[in-house]
């Protein structure tokens, strides 16, 4: 373990020059010379990804992939893989109570979890300047994916046992990857749960809250620590957020994120929010410099924030303009 990660956030909250955690991995691909269809089928290539990563930017964490197709691929949901693009899945794997109640758990190391532990693995081996996180989809997302997205929307009023039973099974077989991970040596991960976004603050306490709860309190101590992901817009679930009770949270650009900074305990890190496809993917170095800057001039009065990506950047995106990034951060803090 990287150290006492509760005393690690506590730092990165009342530092005053912070480093930024932009939700970066895919983009390495290129520093490798290698596809997206390579690097997330092989974890040494995920490892090294991390590590040239590590090497170029001054992070606050070494972060691996961001495939939310890894878990449903494990349940037996067909995937289709891109030269250039993130692997997303293809159809339902669950479309009725016979079905859901057949869904077996499957074991870590189904599908590719066991290239992306392996990945963590050989991470933490050789990056030990700064905390190492895994990242994994969270319940609702998941179960999402097994049901598909449109389909758990109206089950959700109509046949809720039948939600909530695929709800319990992913949430099993979470915890079990999370702690796969954790003693791979992953000092934390980032839990996406960007569908909980789509409900209402009801429906969130009862098919999503709950599970990320189950998840958390399973896994999490002070060398652990979870961070949660939506990049929703999650300004009418605020509340719900904040019941979530993580100690770190991550939100899109979907929100103003300054309506997050302020309900948001400040002992706890609140990271967002620059736009990752039309800023830092398809803008220019000069234009990212720009939005960086104006973000961490509206946002950086708030301590609990961090300056990150509003969700996974794309692997397109130029290393020119991550290269601006973190020189606009490096220049907005260089007085403090």
């Known amino acids: 373990m990287y150290k006492n990660m509760i005393s690690w956030r506590n730092e990165m909250v009342t530092q005053k020059a912070k480093k930024p955690v932009p939700i970066l991995s895919f983009p390495g691909a290129k520093l490798l010379g290698v596809t997206v269809e390579e690097l997330v089928k092989d974890g040494h290539l995920q490892a090294l990804c991390m590590k040239s990563i590590a090497e170029r930017y001054e992070m606050g964490i070494a972060l691996s992939l961001m495939d939310l197709s890894v878990e449903a691929e494990a349940f037996g949901s067909p995937v289709h893989y891109s030269r250039d693009e993130v692997p997303t899945v293809r159809t339902a794997l669950v479309h009725d109570a016979q079905e859901a109640e057949a869904l077996e758990i499957p074991e870590v190391g189904n599908g590719r979890t066991g290239e992306c532990v392996r990945g963590i693995r050989e991470a933490k081996e050789m990056i030990t300047d700064r905390p190492v996180f895994a990242g994994i989809i969270g319940p609702y997302s998941l179960a999402g994916r097994l049901l598909d997205m449109t389909e758990i929307m109206i089950l959700c009023y109509e046949e809720p046992e039948l939600v909530e ?27 996406a749960e960007p569908a909980a976004g789509l409900l209402s603050p009801t429906l969130v306490d009862e098919f999503s809250t709950p599970y990320v709860k189950n998840i958390m309190e399973a896994v999490e101590d002070e060398n652990f620590l979870v961070i949660y992901h939506n990049c929703g817009n999650v300004i009418p679930l605020l509340e719900q957020m904040r019941q979530v009770g993580a100690g770190a949270y991550s939100f899109g650009n979907a929100i103003d994120l300054e309506e997050a900074l302020k309900i948001l305990p400040e002992d706890c890190m609140v990271l967002g929010n620059l736009d990752p496809t039309e800023v830092l993917r398809n803008g220019s170095p000069q234009t990212v410099k720009e939005e960086t800057k104006k973000l961490l001039s509206r946002c950086s009065q708030y301590p609990h924030f961090v300056i990150s990506s509003g969700c996974d950047i794309p692997p397109m995106t130029p290393l020119e303009n991550m290269d601006a990034f973190f020189e606009a951060v490096k220049e907005f803090y260089a007085p403090i």
Request: net charge positive; glycine share 8%; charged share 25%.
């Open 165 to 191: 039973c695929i709800l319990k099974k992913v949430t099993k077989f979470l915890i079990s990857y999370t702690k796969a991970l954790k003693e791979a040596g992953a000092d934390g991960i980032i839990m």
